[in-house]
């Protein structure tokens, strides 16, 4: 998929908020509105703004922890922080905030109970112990059993962790080109969420996608840019998502302070990569879910562990 040259893309659409990233059925069931746009610029937009009207930006809506913690102990989520209000919080769990190479840097994220992404430049090495923090405050350790020096487009690289993630702990869908080309309709100005190496989670506009980069330096007015800041020297490889159905869906990574490269541009290259690292067998465990228009499919089905890609699964019409 890598190579293609857009101006604009499109994302993915959920018709109704029931589903888990760990389940093989989501069903599909909702009306029209901001929530239920088939233009994800539209619904991802709604999912952020909804979400921040009528709080103050300060560090303590935009921090993910109330107790930072240091290595394998001590780490508290936060109760008010802007995703974790209303009914329904954002689930940042595979996000990790720490690992031992390089503390509360070189983040990765969790795309599979067992691999994560970083990026290429900033990479953390073999037998790293890295975290993650489930929505109980459990800290969950794992090793990096294997990180090949393999640069996936501009600034992706792939580590397998030496077991799976509990089911507690979310990891994080990337969506095929194809779904994004055709669904996200108006890139500029569609808001996103990146986390800094502070573990503060901050908004930024969209600016477009080109050369397979996602940028992020699009204008923004109150209360969306209070909630942002610059990226700076220590951001790199954190993750960029943007929300769908009250859920993330991974992005980019930060490379630089304007753009990452945007994960859906390489989803075969990912593919291979996992395969070969192994790690339970799963291919590509992220298929992308959305409805076309109202009440046009009442369900998507996927298996997260038998296809390697699945763009769209039907049951039945209404």
Not at 99 to 108: E, F, I, K, P
Not at 118 to 124: G, L, N, R, V
Not at 247 to 256: A, K
Not at 279 to 301: C, D, E, M, Q, W
């Amino acid at each position: 998929m890598g190579g293609m040259m857009f101006r604009f893309l499109i994302v993915f659409v959920i018709i109704g908020l029931p589903f888990s990233i760990y389940a093989d059925t989501i069903p599909i069931i909702g009306g029209c509105g901001s929530l239920n746009s088939t233009d994800l610029s539209t619904q991802m937009a709604y999912e952020i703004d909804s979400r921040i009207s009528g709080i103050t930006a300060s560090d303590t809506t935009k921090m993910l922890w109330s107790t930072r913690g240091n290595g394998t102990e001590g780490w508290m989520r936060s109760g008010t922080v802007w995703t974790a209000l209303g009914t329904t919080p954002i689930d940042f769990t595979g996000a990790s905030p720490w690992n031992n190479y390089s503390d509360y840097t070189l983040a990765g994220t969790l795309i599979s109970p067992r691999h994560v992404v970083f990026t290429q430049h900033a990479p953390i090495i073999n037998g790293s112990t890295i975290i993650f923090v489930d929505n109980e405050n459990n800290i969950i350790s794992r090793t990096i059993a294997n990180i090949p020096q393999i640069q996936i487009g501009g600034d992706i690289q792939i580590a397998v962790l030496n077991e799976d993630v509990p089911s507690s702990i979310a990891y994080y869908p990337i969506i095929d080109l194809f779904t994004f080309q055709n669904y996200w309709k108006n890139v500029p100005n569609t808001p996103i969420i990146i986390l800094d190496k502070e573990d503060k989670v901050l908004i930024k506009n969209a600016s477009g996608i080109m050369m397979n980069l996602l940028y992020y330096l699009g204008f923004e007015i109150s209360p969306r840019s209070d909630f942002n800041e610059n990226i700076i020297t220590g951001d790199s490889s954190n993750p960029v998502f943007g929300v769908i159905g009250g859920r993330l869906v991974l992005l980019s990574s930060v490379s630089t302070e304007i753009y990452g490269t945007f994960s859906s541009s390489f989803i075969n290259d990912i593919n291979s990569a996992m395969t070969t690292l192994g790690g339970g067998g799963i291919k590509f465990p992220h298929l992308t879910f959305l409805v076309l228009s109202h009440n046009l499919f009442r369900n998507l089905v996927w298996s997260q562990r038998l296809f390697p890609l699945l763009k769209i699964a039907q049951m039945g019409r209404k």
